[in-house]
Structure formats: structure tokens, C-alpha cells
Nanobody
Framework: QLQAFGGGLVQAGDSLRLSCAAS????????VGWFRQAPGKERDFVAA????????SYADSVKGRFTISKDNAQNAVYLQMNSLAPEDTAVYYC????????????????????WGQGTLVTVSS
């Protein structure tokens, strides 16, 4: 089971860190991704990380502003979001699946079988 938390209401230019924690399993041999869904829009890829090697991938819209990282000891994945803008407003979801399943398909939400409940990020202008 995945839990995503850390969302909130911030102003444009602020920072926020989201956390994704797993209970009942470790992230070993998994990849973990963050997706977001704004009202009336599709769920979009934001960032992902391969737990084993630590390699990462980002959507062009967040490159240079967002950083995905992992903490082995905490079995958690974080999304550090800087320079937030109103267009970043969305419900953010973390998702995970095996590295084997997600190899070369990190950006495809339909490839992920395990999802957290989502956390709302609202950025005011």
C-alpha cells in the first residue's frame, strides 16, 4: 500500500516536498513515479526513479524545478518541488511497480499497478 502526503496550499514561487511511503513491502526492485491530475485533465507523468540504480526521469514541464529522490532507510520517495506555479496545481499521485515491468515505460501511467491515494497541491498566483 502506498501513501502520498505533503500537499497543501502555497503561493507561486514557493516550495513543497511530497512524500510517498510504502507499507507492507519495500521498494527494492521497483520503480516509483509521481503523476498529477488537474481538474478536467488527464493524469500526467511528473517524475520517476528506479529504486535500484537511482536513475531518474522528468517531464519537460518540471525539469530544473522538481527533484525526485529516495531514502533507503525510510523506504520512501520524495518529490521536492521548487518555483511552484499555478499550473502545477493538481492532485499528485505516487505509483510503483516492478523495474522489470516499467523498464523503458516509466512515463506511462497505465503500466503502474500500485497507486497511492493522491495529495492535493494548490498554487495560488
Amino acid at each position: 500500500q502506498l501513501q502520498a502526503f505533503g500537499g497543501g496550499l502555497v503561493q507561486a514561487g514557493d516550495s513543497l516536498r511530497l512524500s510517498c511511503a510504502a507499507s507492507g513491502r519495500t521498494f527494492s526492485n521497483y520503480a516509483v513515479g509521481w503523476f498529477r491530475q488537474a481538474p478536467g485533465k488527464e493524469r500526467d507523468f511528473v517524475a520517476a526513479i528506479y529504486w535500484g540504480g537511482g536513475s531518474t526521469s522528468y517531464a519537460d514541464s518540471v525539469k530544473g524545478r522538481f527533484t525526485i529522490s529516495k531514502d533507503n532507510a525510510q523506504n520512501a520517495v520524495y518529490l521536492q518541488m521548487n518555483s511552484l506555479a499555478p499550473e502545477d496545481t493538481a492532485v499528485y499521485y505516487c505509483a510503483a511497480d516492478t523495474t522489470a515491468r516499467l523498464w523503458a515505460t516509466l512515463k506511462r501511467s497505465y503500466e503502474y499497478r500500485y497507486w497511492g491515494q493522491g495529495t492535493l497541491v494548490t498554487v495560488s498566483s
